[in-house]
Structures are given as C-alpha cells and as structure tokens.
C-alpha cells in the first residue's frame, strides 16, 4: 500500500464524491436518453429536429467545454434572474453536463436498439389493441434494454473517467483530491498510481456488475 502521508482519508473522500456524481449523472443521462431515442423515432417532426440538434452538438463539442458552458453559463443566467451574484454549484454543474453528454450518447444506443427488434413483435403488439405509450413501455423498452445493455455499460466506464474533469471547476472529488494532495506532499506519482488504482477498482466492480446485469437480461433468451 503506498504512503499517502495522511491523505488517504480524503482521496476516499473523492472517491466518494466520484461515484455520487457518475450515478446521478447516470440516472439522468438514461432519462434524457429514453426521451431522445422516443423523440427521434416517434416524435413529432419539431421534437425529432430537436432531437437531432441536441445528439450532434453535445457529441460534436468537447465535454470540458459543456461542463464550462454549464458552470459559467449558469452562474450568468441566475445572477441575472435573481439579480444578484449566484455561483452554481460545482457538483450541480458537473451532474447536470455529464448528464447531458451521457444523454446523447445513450440517445443513440436506445435508437439502435429500438429499431433492432423485431418489427412483428411490435405490430403483435398493436394489434392486441395495446394503446402506443404502452407498447414502449412494456413491449418495446424491456427489448431494447437487453440490447442497448452492452453499450450503456461502456457509455457508464467512460463516464466514471469523465467525472475527472469536473475537477476543473472546483469540484473535490477523486482527481482534484489527488492533485491537492500531490502538491502537499511532493510525491505526485504515488498520489496518482493511488488514484489509478482507485479507478481501476471502479472499473473492475463495474464490469462484473454489467456482466451480472447482461446475464440476467439474457437468462429468458437462453432458457427458451
């Protein structure tokens, strides 16, 4: 175990506020996803155009430069409203941008798995006299989630890693806390292997976890 020089407490106090902001940025990135792929493939035509802008500017601008927009741009916008000096909180700001970008990505990911099944799975469905809301919710979605499973467990790995850059703007999770305590102690690369190690160990549960996940969406398939 390497010497943090008393730092250790803290760096898990990053780790901490690592995972809080990827899961939260999970939840609503798998929203905003769900109402992108629905808006993309069943919209009216202002919602698909919407739709559309939203998945190729988020995924043609660099997520540091979302996460500036957010922060900065939000920290104007409320000032103004409120008329007085508002600062937006780093871990909202960091939340709410890396929802966004993972949003778009997953957008995509449902999209493709949507239009993967079966058409005559969905038409049964119809004729059942099954009203549409419904049909995505309970034929359509439980489908597309088994497949779009694979994907969204790499949009989350990546995700994990993203939350780095959120340090930029003050937030104090695992990589800031690392980078202050590299600075106190003068031992950046023991500092950093630490903060590796920690990503790593994220990773790794990670993948089994989606490898756990994956089999149970699966077992229905194999068990017919």
């Known amino acids: 175990m390497p010497d943090l020089q ?5 760096m898990l106090e990053g780790a901490a506020m690592t995972l809080g902001i990827a899961v939260m940025s999970l939840l609503f990135g798998v929203a905003f996803g769900l109402f992108g792929a629905a808006a993309k493939l069943y919209g009216a035509r202002p919602l698909r155009i919407l739709a559309d802008a939203y998945t190729t500017v988020v995924r043609g601008v660099p997520d540091l430069l979302i996460i500036f927009l957010i922060y900065f741009g939000g920290t ?16 909202a700001s960091g939340v709410v941008a890396l929802s ?20 005559g799975t969905i038409e049964a469905a119809q004729a059942l006299g099954i009203v549409p809301h419904r049909v995505f919710t309970q034929v359509v979605l439980p489908q597309a989630w088994r497949l779009a499973l694979p994907a969204l467990g790499n ?7 993203q939350t780095s850059l959120v340090s930029i703007v003050g937030l104090e999770e695992l990589m800031r806390k690392s980078a202050i305590a ?23 549960l990670s993948t089994v976890t989606l490898e756990y996940a994956e089999h149970r969406a699966n077992r229905s398939l194999r068990s017919t």
């Open 155 to 161: 949009q989350w790995v990546i995700l994990l890693k």
């Open 182 to 204: 590299a600075g106190s102690t003068r031992q950046p690369f023991t500092i950093y292997l630490a903060a590796a190690c920690l990503y790593l160990v994220f990773t790794m």
């Open 6 to 10: 008393g730092f250790g407490a803290q």
């Open 100 to 119: 966004i970008v993972f949003g778009a990505y997953a957008t995509e990911i449902f999209r493709g798995a949507i239009q993967s099944l079966p058409r």
């Open 76 to 91: 104007v916008t409320l000032s103004k409203i409120l008329d007085r000096q508002i600062e937006v909180s780093a871990f």
